[in-house]
């Protein structure tokens, strides 16, 4: 692959607990403009992979790029700043907020500190505010949520959630954006409307790294597929030869 092309690159990614090796020396590549999925078993180390590239866990050894800037080791707002926005296989908690709120707020944004504060004037600050609340507004519009501006977070459909997740996701505007099991748990009519934003969302150019455990959805969404088992990368290809390589089903049936 050409280095234009790849937008993030995983080398020989290395994550240990304790005892536990949960990622082995993982290395592959997300080029630009894919929709690449990222499955293998329960525990196979897909969620640690998410939480090494994007800063929220340091390896013990390996390299993240970001379009070709290394920021192995770096926090997740300077990640984010290279254009790698992602969201949580279990969504944080949104206890006393509104969506509306809830767009506004916390670690989805990444970008740590706060935009306001990098004003100092108040008119400036206002400012701000105002543009922040009418981008959380149109987003709502454009992931067609905006009736749940001001319902309670925690009235939400877990569904509901993982559209809010991800209108939130977008408000930090990604180059590259890595969804955790975004369909998890969601009833089929709204992981259909889920399916349908990311593939829009990749036709107006976000490239997307998708861990997701329903095989029919990510196959049917996905190219290439990347299978890890045990830690490191078994196979990648495409949805069509991934399923048929005898090494995957062996890793699904072995657990
Ligand atoms: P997957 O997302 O593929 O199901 P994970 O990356 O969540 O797998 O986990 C891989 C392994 O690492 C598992 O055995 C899991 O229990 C372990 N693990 C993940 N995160 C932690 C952590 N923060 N502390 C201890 N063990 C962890
Ligand atoms: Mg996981």
Redesign the pocket.
């Known amino acids: 692959l050409d280095k234009e092309d790849v937008v993030l690159r995983v080398d020989g990614l290395r994550k240990t607990?304790?005892g536990?090796i949960?990622?082995d020396d993982a290395s592959f590549a997300v080029e630009r403009g894919t929709v690449t999925g990222l499955i293998?078993?329960?525990?196979?180390?897909?969620?640690?992979?998410f939480?090494l590239v994007s800063g929220f866990?340091e390896p013990d050894a390996g390299t993240v790029t970001v379009n070709g800037v290394d920021v192995t080791g770096a926090e997740p707002h300077e990640v984010a700043e290279e254009g790698l926005i992602r969201t949580f296989?279990t969504p944080r908690k949104l206890e006393g907020m509104t969506v509306r709120e809830a767009m506004l707020v916390g670690p989805q944004r990444q970008p740590g500190e706060s935009f306001v504060k990098l004003f100092t004037s108040p008119r400036e600050v206002e400012a701000a505010e105002t543009r922040n609340i009418e981008d959380a507004q149109r987003m709502l519009e454009q992931f067609e949520i905006d009736h749940l501006a001001t319902q309670p977070a925690t009235d939400l459909s877990g569904g509901q959630l993982k559209l809010v997740e991800l209108a939130r996701a977008m408000l930090a505007e990604p180059e590259l954006l890595l969804l955790?099991e975004p369909v998890a748990g969601v009833n089929p009519t709204l992981a259909n409307k889920l399916r349908d934003h990311i593939a829009r969302l990749n036709e107006e150019g976000v490239t997307l790294c998708i861990?997701e455990h329903d095989m029919e959805f990510i196959m049917n969404l996905a190219d290439p597929i990347v299978v890890?088992d045990q830690?490191s990368v078994l196979v990648e290809g495409t949805p069509d030869a991934v399923r048929n390589d005898d090494r995957v089903v062996d890793a699904y049936l072995g657990g």
């Open positions: 607990f304790g536990l949960a990622t293998g078993p329960n525990g196979a180390g897909k969620s640690t992979i939480n866990y296989q955790d861990i890890l830690g």
